[in-house]
């Protein structure tokens, strides 16, 4: 597969101080999916690109019970910003999120994008450097998650591609 096939990615994997970076930076994700993903599009990238952060869930995911889709990253932001005055979040966030992903939210736009220059400009965005970046082939990662029954974890295998690859680090 030639490199201009791949996407350029930003990898985090998921952290309170994650969870709070995007709470405070980015406010509540423009869309939530009951498979546990939370996503915002900002137009952060470099040269003003649009990026698709993805919040992607863990293998397995099972919502919290009462609370809802849409209100889940809101109540676990929260309950981790007020730590101490309240109850605590409906689940730790690393058993509800695996890791974070930024990338170029459309396709025709990722071809343009360096990886070195999506590290600074998400860097910048949310304030955290990523653990990892490069380029990556969604779709094999899609496949699989979606034959496992969504048991796979999305965020290995991102992480694997990106340290395979020439331009991982």
Not at 16 to 24: F, G, H, N, S, T
Not at 77 to 92: I, K, N, Q, R, V
Not at 106 to 113: I, K, R, S
Not at 139 to 153: H, L, N, V, Y
Request: aromatic share 8%.
């Amino acid at each position: 597969m030639k490199d201009t096939e791949k996407t350029p990615t930003c990898v985090w994997r998921t952290t309170p101080e994650l969870v709070l970076a995007l709470d405070e930076r980015f406010g509540e994700p423009v869309d939530a999916y009951v498979n546990g993903s939370q996503v915002w599009l900002r137009d952060d990238g470099p040269t003003g690109v649009t990026l698709e952060w993805r919040l992607h869930p863990v293998a397995g995911y099972v919502r919290p019970p009462g609370v809802g889709t849409y209100e889940l990253f809101a109540t676990v932001a929260l309950a981790l910003a007020t730590e101490g005055s309240g109850d605590g979040p409906p689940a730790p966030p690393e058993r509800l999120w695996e890791g974070l992903e930024a990338f170029p939210a459309y396709g025709d736009e990722a071809a343009g994008v360096d990886p070195e220059q999506l590290v600074v400009a998400a860097t910048g965005a949310l304030g955290i450097p990523p653990d990892a970046s490069g380029r990556v082939n969604h779709t094999p990662i899609a496949d699989e998650w979606e034959r496992s029954g969504r048991q796979i974890s999305i965020v290995d295998a991102l992480l694997h591609q990106l340290s395979q690859g020439p331009h991982g680090f």
